[in-house]
């Protein structure tokens, strides 16, 4: 039996439909909800993102702010920018756009964001809240796959959930996820031996390597659920994920696809949080008062 698709792109719609009526009811109270952008240099796949971004803004009625600053910009002068944004009330949630040049250290970008802006969820402040179940903003890939999963009633508790990959952005805490959702969670990463034979107890099975083709049948188990985190070109040009789709559909109960799965939930995530970063601003305002 072939595998159920997960559409992102379908669940991405209908999310952002409902989030426009969120915004719509802020705007009514007198927030529109806001979001910056701090885009350094000219990265084709950074600038092609942020314009995603700039279109799932418009969709959902929030107001974007894109910074677009040359590569040589000094960190402290990206420092003072964060920091400008950090205090103004018209701006909810706060992006810098990564990768960054050498010159400017990642994490000191990161942690000068205010938490309470950290739309993408990857200050530490917010990384430690979410590692052991507190509310917080959640980093978009991660929960927009908490997010298809549910949207298919897929059960997450008691299964074993299986990552490939343990990155800051995407494999530690989509697991640390599954985990705040009762799943039994492996990790396997480049030093992983017997790699298969773990991935053939999975009953989720979540790749996110950056390497083409890299999940093949063999790896996955009759009737797991697996979500493809990976985006690669190959040698066609084409966008094509970390499994082997038409293998993996033969046997997998859900699968993702790529395009058209993970990618657009993660824009839709951030627009969630800065809807979320809004709300709770207007929760703050009516307490001072």
């Known amino acids: 039996m072939a595998a159920e698709i997960i559409s992102g792109k379908e669940l991405a719609l209908k999310t952002r439909a409902e989030l426009k009526e969120e915004t719509n009811k802020l705007i009514s109270q007198g927030v529109t909800p ?6 350094v240099g000219d990265d084709p796949a950074s600038s092609s993102y942020v314009k995603g971004k700039e279109k799932a803004c418009a969709e959902t009625g929030i107001y974007s702010q894109v910074d677009r600053v040359p590569s ?5 002068e990206l420092l003072e920018k964060i920091e400008t944004l950090n205090n103004a009330d018209e701006i909810h949630g706060i992006l810098v756009q990564l990768p960054l040049p050498d010159h400017i250290s990642e994490d000191k970008v990161i942690e000068a964001i205010d938490p309470q802006k950290d739309v993408d969820g990857f200050h530490p402040i917010n990384i430690g809240k979410m590692m052991i179940g507190k509310d917080t903003f959640l980093p978009c890939t991660p929960f927009g796959i908490i997010h298809m999963l549910k949207s298919k009633n897929i059960e997450i508790s008691g299964r074993h959930a299986v990552i490939i990959g343990r990155s800051n952005i995407v494999g ?7 985990l705040n959702e009762h799943a039994t969670v492996t990790y396997c990463h480049s030093r992983t031996a ?3 034979e773990i991935t053939r107890q999975a009953d ?4 996110a390597v950056g390497k083409e083709g890299f999940v093949d049948s063999s790896y996955v188990k009759e009737g797991a659920v697996v979500i493809d985190v990976g985006v690669n070109r190959n040698s066609e040009g084409k966008l094509v994920g970390d499994v082997v789709f038409d293998e993996i559909k ?3 109960s859900y699968l993702t696809p790529v395009p058209g799965g993970v990618g657009p939930m993660t824009i839709t995530m951030l627009m969630y949080n800065t809807v979320l970063s809004a709300q709770r601003f207007v929760e703050r305002e009516q307490g001072v008062k």
């Open 34 to 39: 806001g979001l910056a952008v701090i885009l």
């Open 72 to 76: 040589t910009i000094s960190e402290t």
């Open 172 to 178: 530690k805490p989509v697991g640390q996820l599954l």
């Open 194 to 196: 017997n790699m298969k």
């Open 204 to 207: 989720i099975l979540v790749v």
């Open 250 to 252: 033969e046997s997998a």
